[in-house]
C-alpha cells in the first residue's frame, strides 16, 4: 500500500487538508520535545495502514457473517412457512376425519335401528303367555318364520355393526394421530420463529461490528495517509535543506576575490554610492554593536547589529545587484549585493528574502523583513569597512 503518495480523503471520499491531520498526527507520531523524522513518519503510517488493512478483514468477516445469518434467516423463514402450510394440512385432516367420524356413527346407528325394532317385537311376544300365544290362530307358524328371520339376518347386522365399529375406531384413531401431529408442527413452529428471531438479532448485531470495523479502518486508513503525506513534506523539507548546506558550503569553501589593481593616483578608492543608507528605519531600530567592538568572545565586529521588532521591513541600503537571496548556516536567511566601484553589503538575520540572485535593485528596494536583530556589513573588495563614516 503507497502512503507517501496517496491523497487525504475522508471516509465518504472527499478530500481531506493535511493541515487538520498533521498537528495531532506529529504529536503522537513523535516523543515529546523533539522534532519528527520521516523513517519515524513512514513506520508509523505502514503500521496504521496495516491495523486499516487487519480492521477491514475484520469487517469483511463480520459481513460475511451477517449474511449467512441472513440466509440462515430467510431458510428458517421458508421452514416456518413450510410448518404453517403443514399444521393447515393437520388441521383438515382433523376436520376431515370429525366428518367422517360423524358420518360412520350416523350410518352404524341406520344400521342398529331395524334390529332395535325387531328386540322390541322379541321382547313383547316373549311378555304373552304361552296358553294364548296357542289360542291365537297362527301364532305357532308366525314364531317359526319369525325364528327363521332373525337367524338369517342377525349374521348381517353382526357384520355390519362390527364393519362401522371399526371404520369408526379408524376414524378415531386418525383424529387422534391428526391431533398430534398438529400439537408437534406447533411446538415446531415456535421453536423455528424463536430460532429466527435469534439469527435476525445475530445478523444485525454482525452488520452494525462491520460497520464500526468499517468506520475505524477508514479512521486508521485516513490516519495512515496523513502520516505519509507529513513524510513527504518532511523528506523534501529535508532535501532543500541540505542543498541550502551544499550550496553555503561551497559558498564558504571559495576563497576571497583578488583585489583589483587601482589605477595610478587614485587614492583612497572610490566611494560607494553617493546615498548609502542603513537598511532599517532609524525610528524603528537602535545600534546594539557597532564596527570594530569587541564581542563578548573576543571577536571584533566586522559590520554593524540593529534591534528590530520582528517583521520590520529590511531595504536595500544602495543599489545594486542581488548575488545571494537564501538561507546560510546560522544567520538565518542572508541577501548580499553588490554595489558599483568594488563594495559589496551583506545583510543578515532575516525572516525571508523577497529578492533572487542576479535581480537589480535600486536604493530602499525591500529585500525582506526582520526576523530579529539585523546584521550589516560592507566590504571594499574583500575588506571590511566601517559603513557609519559613509552614511
Known amino acids: 500500500m503507497r502512503v507517501i503518495d496517496a491523497p487525504l480523503r475522508s471516509r465518504g471520499g472527499a478530500r481531506r487538508p493535511a493541515a487538520a491531520l498533521l498537528a495531532p498526527l506529529l504529536l503522537s507520531a513523535a516523543p515529546p520535545g523533539s522534532a519528527p523524522k520521516p523513517a519515524d513518519l513512514v513506520a508509523a503510517s505502514r503500521a496504521a495502514a496495516g491495523r486499516a488493512e487487519a480492521l477491514s478483514g475484520r469487517a469483511a468477516a463480520a459481513e460475511r457473517a451477517a449474511a449467512a445469518a441472513g440466509r440462515d434467516r430467510a431458510t428458517l423463514a421458508a421452514r416456518v412457512r413450510a410448518g404453517e402450510g403443514a399444521l393447515a394440512a393437520a388441521h383438515a385432516r382433523v376436520a376431515a376425519a370429525d366428518t367422517a367420524l360423524a358420518a360412520g356413527r350416523a350410518r352404524a346407528a341406520a344400521a342398529v335401528r331395524p334390529l332395535v325394532g325387531l328386540a322390541a317385537g322379541l321382547v313383547a311376544l316373549a311378555r304373552r303367555p304361552a296358553l294364548a300365544a296357542a289360542a291365537r290362530p297362527g301364532t305357532l307358524d308366525e314364531a317359526m318364520r319369525l325364528r327363521a328371520l332373525l337367524g338369517a339376518a342377525l349374521p348381517a347386522v353382526r357384520a355390519r355393526l362390527a364393519a362401522a365399529r371399526g371404520a369408526v375406531a379408524r376414524r378415531e384413531r386418525l383424529r387422534g394421530e391428526a391431533l398430534a401431529a398438529a400439537a408437534v408442527l406447533r411446538a415446531t413452529r415456535g421453536r423455528l420463529e424463536a430460532r429466527r428471531t435469534e439469527l435476525a438479532l445475530a445478523e444485525a448485531a454482525a452488520r452494525a461490528r462491520a460497520r464500526a470495523l468499517a468506520g475505524d479502518a477508514s479512521g486508521e486508513a485516513d490516519r495512515a495517509l496523513a502520516l505519509g503525506e507529513a513524510a513527504r513534506d518532511l523528506a523534501a523539507r529535508d532535501a532543500a535543506a541540505g542543498a541550502v548546506r551544499v550550496t553555503a558550503a561551497a559558498l564558504a569553501a571559495l576563497p576571497p576575490p583578488p583585489p583589483r589593481p587601482l589605477a595610478p593616483g587614485v ?104 526576523a530579529g536583530p539585523v546584521g550589516v556589513e560592507l566590504r571594499l573588495r574583500g575588506h571590511p569597512v566601517d559603513p557609519v563614516g559613509l552614511l
Open 267 to 370: 587614492w583612497p578608492p572610490p566611494l560607494p554610492p553617493p546615498r548609502y543608507r542603513l537598511p532599517l528605519p532609524m525610528g524603528s531600530a537602535r545600534l546594539v554593536e557597532g564596527y570594530g567592538e569587541l564581542s563578548a568572545s573576543g571577536v571584533r565586529a566586522r559590520g554593524l547589529t540593529l534591534a528590530a521588532a520582528p517583521g520590520t521591513p529590511v531595504v536595500a541600503p544602495a543599489a545594486g545587484r542581488v548575488r545571494f537571496a537564501g538561507r546560510f548556516r546560522g544567520w538565518g536567511v542572508v541577501v548580499i549585493l553588490e554595489h558599483a566601484g568594488g563594495f559589496t553589503s551583506t545583510l543578515t538575520g532575516l525572516r525571508d528574502a523577497r529578492v533572487v540572485a542576479g535581480e537589480a535593485v535600486a536604493a530602499g528596494r525591500p529585500l525582506g523583513r526582520a
